[in-house]
């Protein structure tokens, strides 16, 4: 009898027992390269996706060449691909359905979860059966609509299942339909003792001015250790291993035109959790936007104006100097600049307007600091005050080289953090989502003003966490954690997925194998 062979992304995507076949992971797999003396193997490919060039689709692939027998083979893959291929072999599924009669009136759409051809449902078996003759793919989720009228049913969706969305009350079936393919016995057991997440930080090793640095980074993957989550620190070249991972943190300046927010969205587009998540960048790299949003929701910021090409002649009677200039998509300081009179507003005005059609023009605030209020899914978790550079009006000072001097950072307990400064920090955070944020705040006599939410924030050993210690980054951690507990909690997952279908579908949605 030739090896079995189930090849899953991570070695903890497969939580059941391995008595009678070896489990391998991907990379692994990919790895140990083409044998040609060794006979054809039986592969089941269980990773958690297939679409073209991901590593589910590599693995089928080099089973292919390398003469093993791999399921779902490259050929089932492109079909599941297809959508006129699925049109075609949907309305054959149709047939198998009868009016499934003990299915309430009120219930007009379902999902079924088919485990190599299995399924619980009796009134769906032939369905299932049938559905795994015709795409070989070992785990699928179908979706099903009750037909116009009310006295049949009709598929509308079909698509591979991930092995970790297969919900624990479902293991019995799932191991029946896997020993039947596999010609083997299994039984049940307890979850794998692998780490609890495997989480990616984005980081780039070369980034003078990064949002952690390296001794940062290396005492989180300390502290994960210790709370049972591995913690890998990927790069940009990294892209592909992506869905490796559970969950994606950024710890790069993140911009749109860049490689942070193609990881953001993959990681989006994929179901992990992820900070910065894309509509956060999106969001908080613009402070065009920023000013809208905050003055339209009456939070108070500094008096400012729109710059255009066309406005700037005319703009010297809106002034009062000195005044700030930035450029929206701009990060560090480095697209902020002071001008004291209308001769420096027009040559800064004038170079600005070469990297954006609209410039803001914003009233200048002096303070000894700023507040930076570091904000997760709307709760307080830091908080510090940003110094001026050498009582200078920035709290980082670039020169012309490329070099830079920053005041120092003092941080401060949450809990003698000013309440006029908290709560307007909390306010601009719920404004952009509900992930992690610095919010940066100016106190003056006159009261305290935003002056923008960060996406991103800094967050350094010694800096922002020498009030809060290593509590902060096990803050972290824990809240990666509960997100990833909550994508494979039974039931979540249902209702995610059933939102994605839309109103129509997930009207009256009932759960028969998901």
Same mark, same amino acid.
């Given at each position: 009898?030739?090896?079995?062979?189930?090849?899953?992304?991570?070695?903890?995507?497969?939580?059941?027992?391995?008595?009678?076949?070896?489990?391998?992971?991907?990379?692994?797999?990919?790895?140990?390269?083409?044998?040609?003396?060794?006979?054809?193997?039986?592969?089941?490919?269980?990773?958690?996706?297939?679409?073209?060039?991901?590593?589910?689709?590599?693995?089928?692939?080099?089973?292919?060449?390398?003469?093993?027998?791999?399921?779902?083979?490259?050929?089932?893959?492109?079909?599941?691909?297809?959508?006129?291929?699925?049109?075609?072999?949907?309305?054959?599924?149709?047939?198998?359905?009868?009016?499934?009669?003990?299915?309430?009136?009120?219930?007009?759409?379902?999902?079924?979860?088919?485990?190599?051809?299995?399924?619980?449902?009796?009134?769906?078996?032939?369905?299932?059966?049938?559905?795994?003759?015709?795409?070989?793919?070992?785990?699928?989720?179908?979706?099903?609509?009750?037909?116009?009228?009310?006295?049949?049913?009709?598929?509308?969706?079909?698509?591979?299942?991930?092995?970790?969305?297969?919900?624990?009350?479902?293991?019995?079936?799932?191991?029946?339909?896997?020993?039947?393919?596999?010609?083997?016995?299994?039984?049940?057991?307890?979850?794998?003792?692998?780490?609890?997440?495997?989480?990616?930080?984005?980081?780039?090793?070369?980034?003078?001015?990064?949002?952690?640095?390296?001794?940062?980074?290396?005492?989180?993957?300390?502290?994960?250790?210790?709370?049972?989550?591995?913690?890998?620190?990927?790069?940009?070249?990294?892209?592909?291993?992506?869905?490796?991972?559970?969950?994606?943190?950024?710890?790069?300046?993140?911009?749109?035109?860049?490689?942070?927010?193609?990881?953001?969205?993959?990681?989006?587009?994929?179901?992990?959790?992820?900070?910065?998540?894309? &509509?956060?960048?999106?969001?908080?790299?613009?402070? #065009?936007?920023? %000013?809208?949003? *905050?003055? +339209? @929701?009456?939070?108070?910021?500094?008096?400012?104006?729109?710059?255009?090409?066309?406005?700037?002649?005319?703009?010297?009677?809106?002034?009062?100097?000195?005044?700030?200039?930035?450029?929206?998509?701009?990060?560090?300081?480095?697209?902020?600049?002071?001008?004291?009179?209308?001769?420096?507003?027009?040559?800064?005005?004038?170079?600005?307007?070469?990297?954006?059609?609209?410039?803001?023009?914003?009233?200048?605030?002096?303070?000894?600091?700023?507040?930076?209020?570091?904000?997760?899914?709307?709760?307080?978790?830091?908080?510090?005050?940003?110094?001026?550079?050498?009582?200078?009006?920035?709290?980082?000072?670039?020169?012309?080289?490329?070099?830079?001097?920053?005041?120092?950072?003092?941080?401060?307990?949450?809990? &003698?953090?000013?309440?006029?400064?908290?709560?307007? #920090?909390?306010? %601009?955070?719920? *404004?952009? +989502? @509900?992930?992690?944020?610095?919010?940066?705040?100016?106190?003056?006599?006159?009261?305290?003003?935003?002056?923008?939410?960060?996406?991103?924030?800094?967050?350094?050993?010694?800096?922002?966490?020498?009030?809060?210690?290593?509590?902060?980054?096990?803050?972290?951690?824990?809240?990666?954690?509960?997100?990833?507990?909550?994508?494979?909690?039974?039931?979540?997952?249902?209702?995610?997925?059933?939102?994605?279908?839309?109103?129509?579908?997930?009207?009256?949605?009932?759960?028969?194998?998901?």
């Amino acid at each position: 009898m030739s090896t079995q062979l189930i090849i899953v992304e991570k070695r903890s995507d497969f939580r059941w027992p391995d008595p009678d076949a070896r489990v391998m992971t991907a990379q692994e797999f990919i790895a140990e390269g083409s044998n040609p003396f060794h006979r054809p193997r039986k592969i089941v490919n269980l990773c958690r996706s297939y679409g073209y060039l991901s590593i589910g689709y590599y693995v089928s692939l080099l089973a292919e060449a390398r003469g093993d027998r791999v399921t779902p083979n490259v050929e089932t893959i492109t079909d599941l691909q297809q959508k006129t291929v699925h049109a075609h072999k949907l309305a054959i599924l149709d047939r198998c359905l009868g009016p499934l009669a003990t299915v309430p009136r009120s219930v007009n759409a379902m999902r079924a979860q088919i485990f190599f051809g299995q399924i619980e449902d009796n009134d769906l078996a032939e369905m299932a059966s049938r559905s795994f003759e015709m795409f070989r793919c070992p785990l699928l989720a179908i979706d099903l609509e009750r037909s116009e009228g009310g006295d049949g049913w009709k598929v509308v969706n079909l698509r591979p299942l991930d092995p970790r969305d297969v919900d624990i009350s479902r293991d019995a079936i799932f191991l029946e339909g896997l020993g039947k393919f596999a010609r083997r016995s299994w039984r049940a057991a307890p979850t794998s003792s692998g780490p609890r997440m495997d989480l990616a930080i984005l980081h780039d090793p070369k980034d003078p001015m990064p949002p952690s640095k390296l001794k940062t980074l290396q005492t989180m993957i300390r502290i994960g250790q210790s709370m049972d989550i591995a913690i890998e620190l990927i790069e940009k070249k990294d892209y592909s291993r992506l869905t490796q991972f559970d969950a994606l943190f950024i710890r790069e300046t993140t911009a749109i035109s860049h490689h942070t927010f193609r990881f953001a969205r993959k990681a989006t587009n994929e179901g992990m959790p992820v900070i910065d998540d894309p &509509d956060s960048i999106l969001r908080c790299t613009n402070k #065009a936007f920023l %000013a809208e949003l *905050l003055t +339209g @929701n009456q939070i108070r910021i500094p008096k400012t104006l729109f710059l255009t090409r066309r406005t700037l002649t005319n703009f010297e009677g809106n002034l009062s100097y000195p005044v700030v200039l930035k450029v929206p998509d701009g990060a560090f300081s480095l697209s902020v600049k002071k001008a004291e009179n209308w001769r420096e507003f027009q040559e800064i005005a004038s170079l600005m307007l070469r990297q954006s059609d609209i410039i803001l023009v914003q009233e200048f605030i002096y303070t000894p600091f700023d507040w930076r209020v570091g904000i997760l899914a709307g709760e307080v978790i830091f908080a510090a005050k940003y110094f001026m550079y050498a009582d200078n009006w920035q709290i980082i000072q670039h020169d012309g080289s490329g070099k830079y001097v920053e005041g120092r950072t003092q941080a401060v307990a949450v809990k &003698d953090v000013p309440r006029e400064v908290l709560e307007p #920090a909390i306010r %601009a955070s719920r *404004l952009i +989502g @509900n992930g992690l944020y610095g919010v940066d705040l100016k106190q003056t006599n006159a009261g305290v003003v935003v002056i923008e939410v960060n996406d991103n924030p800094n967050i350094d050993i010694d800096m922002e966490d020498a009030a809060a210690g290593e509590g902060l980054y096990r803050t972290l951690l824990r809240h990666f954690q509960g997100l990833v507990d909550a994508r494979h909690r039974p039931g979540v997952l249902m209702r995610t997925e059933a939102d994605r279908i839309g109103p129509k579908l997930s009207s009256g949605l009932r759960d028969t194998g998901s």
